[in-house]
């Protein structure tokens, strides 16, 4: 079973630049989620949709930070304008549903705003 | 809100012994279910363990173990016959259960992280 992908793997730009981060799920999974995990803190969720509508997105810097799920599949997440205290890994995670335990991670996307 | 604390930056341990990771959290929730994280240097992140509040037994998967005190807010990490492969940094994390409209979901929040480094 493929696991969840993530591109690209890094990401470097410079502050006021745009930047869009892609997700694919395990198949079959109907939630999936965005995490912030800045260098020596734990992920922060971001974003958590079930197929395509927004469960929960109140840690989201709505003034800069989109997230789409179109088809209820894959994902995107864009910073417009990036700051530099964006620099952070961006981890995508799915899981089967929502109320389910277990969620599975990407490999994530290190972005370093200079 | 919830908070979770991992009170222990960084942790070492020799191959084959045995550590123990810390956790508390705060909480006013009286159901919601507590998890180990291991994110090892490749940076993918795997569940380790998960607990029931509603269970008073502690959970045991094979070389891992916890302790949970409820009433203390301490959910702590045993690692037994510690390996090599052990080393990662692990996660401490909480979820509660939320509602928006009909749809019931968990929302994890994350401790800081500890650090384990096994030396052979």
């Known amino acids: 079973e493929a696991g969840v992908a993530q591109s690209p793997r890094y990401k470097i730009i410079e502050k006021r630049q745009s930047v869009a981060f892609w997700c694919n799920p395990i198949s079959g999974h109907a939630t999936l989620y965005w995490y912030q995990q800045i260098l020596g803190q734990g992920p922060k969720l971001l974003i958590q949709f079930q197929n395509n509508g927004v469960v929960d997105d109140s840690q989201l810097p709505k003034d800069r930070f989109s997230a789409e799920r179109l088809k209820g599949v894959d994902s995107t997440l864009k910073i417009q304008p990036a700051k530099l205290e964006d620099s952070a890994v961006y981890l995508c995670?799915?899981?089967?549903?929502?109320?389910?335990?277990?969620?599975?991670f990407g490999p994530g996307t290190r972005l370093t705003v200079t | 809100a919830q908070t979770v604390t991992q009170s222990q930056p960084e942790m070492s341990v020799q191959e084959a012994e045995t550590v123990t990771l810390s956790c508390t959290y705060d909480?006013?929730?009286?159901?919601?279910?507590l998890f180990w994280y291991k994110q090892p240097p490749s940076r993918q992140m795997i569940l380790v363990i998960r607990?029931?509040?509603?269970?008073?037994q502690n959970a045991t998967e094979n070389r891992f173990s916890v302790n949970f005190q409820k009433a203390a807010k301490s959910f702590s990490l045993k690692i037994s016959d510690s390996q090599l492969g052990d080393t990662a940094m692990y996660f401490c994390a909480f979820m509660k259960r939320s509602w928006n409209g009909g749809t019931s979901y968990g929302k994890l929040t994350f401790g800081q992280g500890t650090i384990l480094t096994v030396h052979p």
């Open positions: 909480t006013s929730e009286s159901n919601y279910y």
């Open positions: 995670a799915s899981s089967l549903h929502t109320g389910s335990y277990e969620q599975y």
């Open positions: 607990q029931e509040a509603y269970k008073q």
